[in-house]
């Protein structure tokens, strides 16, 4: 069973696929809290194209690799990637309001589902106000 997460964000179709697929902006917004950050992404935005993104702790206690392959790209519209035996759908719809992005991954194993269900819904926030603050420095 995936687990699915969404969020509104009030900028154009474009803008928002470009902020969740460029690695410039993914390093600004990638974290699920202020005490993460992104310090390296990559992204071959194709199927069979590679993305990567080094996670790390802000005091340097912990790190790790998030990487896999893309599955799927229908740009604007649709995303999905494979890693670690994973999948992950994301989907763009634009609304009256902005673009709803939600977002349907498999669970892993190590972790409760709810857990791992805020966590995402964090890094999803944290894109939001990224692409709303770009919007509103336009």
Same mark, same amino acid.
């Not at 990637?81 to 994973?86: A, I, K, S």
């Given at each position: 069973?995936? +687990?699915t997460i969404s969020t509104l964000v009030p900028a154009p +179709?474009? &803008?928002v696929w470009r902020a969740y697929t460029a690695p410039e902006? +993914?390093?600004q917004w990638n974290a699920a809290s202020d005490d993460w950050h992104t310090t390296a *992404?990559? =992204?071959?935005?194709r199927v069979g194209g590679q993305f990567s993104s080094r996670m790390e702790a802000k005091d340097g206690s912990f790190g790790f690799d998030? *990487? @896999?392959e893309y599955t799927s790209v229908e740009a604007p519209h649709l995303l *999905?990637?494979?890693? @670690?035996?994973? &999948?992950?759908v =994301?989907?763009?719809s634009q609304g009256p309001a902005g673009v709803t992005v939600t977002v349907?991954?498999?669970? &892993?194993?190590e972790n409760p589902e709810e857990a791992q269900r805020e966590g995402w819904q964090s890094i999803l926030n944290n894109f939001a106000r990224h692409v709303a603050a770009l919007a509103a420095s336009k």
């Open positions: 069973m995936k +687990i +179709i474009t &803008e902006d +993914i390093r *992404a990559s =992204v071959d935005l998030f *990487a @896999g *999905a990637y494979r890693f @670690g035996g994973r &999948e992950v =994301v989907d763009f349907r991954f498999d669970p &892993e194993t």
